[in-house]
């Protein structure tokens, strides 16, 4: 299965902008690219996704490299809600179906 | 909607005691999974369904059994508990009729078997 390699800590001042990277050099073109946190004593929720385009949605943006051996999850104004742990995912769809394999991901601070 | 939801909460266990932790979703979803998290790791995958009747193994399955009768519920059932089953359960559930196929993950089970 391909694999993704993450920061393992970043900070981050409130209401500022963060990036989040991820490198996933061995991605396949069926692998779509899953961002989840996982706020503190909860459970992982779904950030964003994409497959070769970039993507926004109310929550993030996640740019994606043209040779899509990288990616980038853009939060546009950190607050304090935001720090938590970010994965970034491949999910294959064709061989994978619906199961997430999780890494260690992100630790993402917001500095008040 | 309720979503996810997952009882107990927090669970102590002896070693070689039994026990099944509950999972129910109400969004009427095909795919059903659990996870484990030990402290400081990320998610690892159990065992997971595709629907009613259908259960595989994840990555790590040894010490569990699942079995999935209805659409709604998912437990999680452990056979003889051994002090490395101490993590948080994490159930979670996606429709393949979704395009993003966004899981939605349950608050979570604390086990601690001594």
């Known amino acids: 299965d391909a694999k993704t390699t993450q920061p393992n800590s970043m900070e981050s001042n409130e209401e500022e902008p963060v990036h989040l990277p991820c490198n996933h050099s061995?991605?396949?073109?069926?692998?779509?690219i899953h961002w989840y946190r996982q706020l503190p004593s909860q459970g992982p929720e779904y950030v964003i996704h994409g497959l070769t385009s970039n993507v926004n949605n109310r929550m993030a943006s996640l740019a994606i490299a043209e040779d899509r051996k990288s990616s980038t999850l853009i939060l546009h104004r950190a607050t304090l809600r935001d720090a938590a742990v970010y994965y970034c995912?491949?999910?294959?769809?064709?061989?994978?179906?619906?199961?997430?394999?999780f890494g260690g991901g992100t630790r993402l601070m917001v500095k008040p | 909607n309720a979503g996810v939801t997952q009882t107990p909460k927090f669970q102590v266990l002896k070693t070689g005691q039994s026990m099944t932790l509950q999972c129910a979703q109400d969004?009427?979803?095909?795919?059903m999974s659990w996870y484990r998290q030990d402290p400081g790791m990320g998610l690892r995958l159990i065992h997971y369904s595709v629907g009613a009747g259908i259960t595989d193994q994840g990555e790590v399955p040894n010490g569990y059994n699942v079995s999935r009768s209805t659409t709604e519920d998912f437990p999680l059932r452990l056979l003889s508990a051994a002090p490395s089953q101490t993590s948080v359960y994490f159930c979670?559930?996606?429709?393949?009729?979704?395009?993003?196929?966004?899981?939605?993950f349950g608050p979570g089970t604390r086990l601690t078997v001594t």
């Open positions: 995912i491949l999910r294959d769809v064709v061989r994978a179906g619906n199961m997430l394999t």
């Open positions: 969004m009427n979803h095909e795919y």
């Open positions: 061995t991605i396949s073109g069926t692998d779509y």
């Open positions: 979670a559930s996606s429709s393949f009729r979704v395009p993003s196929y966004e899981q939605y």
